[in-house]
């Protein structure tokens, strides 16, 4: 919940001049997505116009219209060019009490409209003290993905959240999220078959920064990464956006 529509195309802006004259390396090598709060999407929309940044949303509400006081519907997003949602982001779940059940249907309505979902899942500090780690995300995944066939999946994207690591000052290293990520591939591969399984892009979302974004996509199975506060400014999301780029 930052930024205003004037202070979200001023951030594009600076993005754009960062990232647009490499586009050509991006688009081939990673794609970039900018997820801003609802009311700021058609300003950035506009923003982004000519770039190849893509366009994605905090959230979605399943139906695509109704009674809903407060949600927002794929169509409404759509109008705007969003293409990806983000689902069960970790601060949905722990401050806004989303339960699996809600979540595996805001999945649903994502792959319905034919929108890329990018599923959040995680631990907290008290579940991973108590070795919980592997039980509640996998848990978390097949509960999500319960009703998500292969045909389905296309074009699903994973993030796990280390909840303990986000906005904390305790990051997870890089050994400690490849256990994680390798679980999760695992699973993936049990539920969609060993080709869609490993097609499937698993993101890190724990507290990513300019200064350990190299260290985390040197992992086998860390894709990409669900930046959070370092999205903010032009040039630490930038470098981010280039990790790993020759």
Partial sequence: ?????????????????????????LSRDREVLLAPPFLTIPAVSQALAGSSILLGAQNLHFETKGAFTGEVSAPMLQVFGVTHVIIGHSERRHIFKETDDLIAKRLAGVIANRMTPILCIGETLEQRERGDTLRVVLGQLQADLAATSVEKSAHLVVAYEPVWAIGTGRNATPQQAQEVHAAIRVALRDHFGNEKGDAIRILYGGSVTADNIDSLIAER?????????????????ARIARAGMA
């Fill in 1 to 25: 919940m930052n930024l205003t529509p004037l202070e979200g195309r001023t951030l594009v802006a600076a993005l754009r001049a960062e990232l647009d004259p490499q586009a050509g390396a």
């Fill in 221 to 237: 199975d860390i894709d990409g990464a669900l930046v959070g506060g370092a999205s903010l400014k032009a040039e630490s999301f």
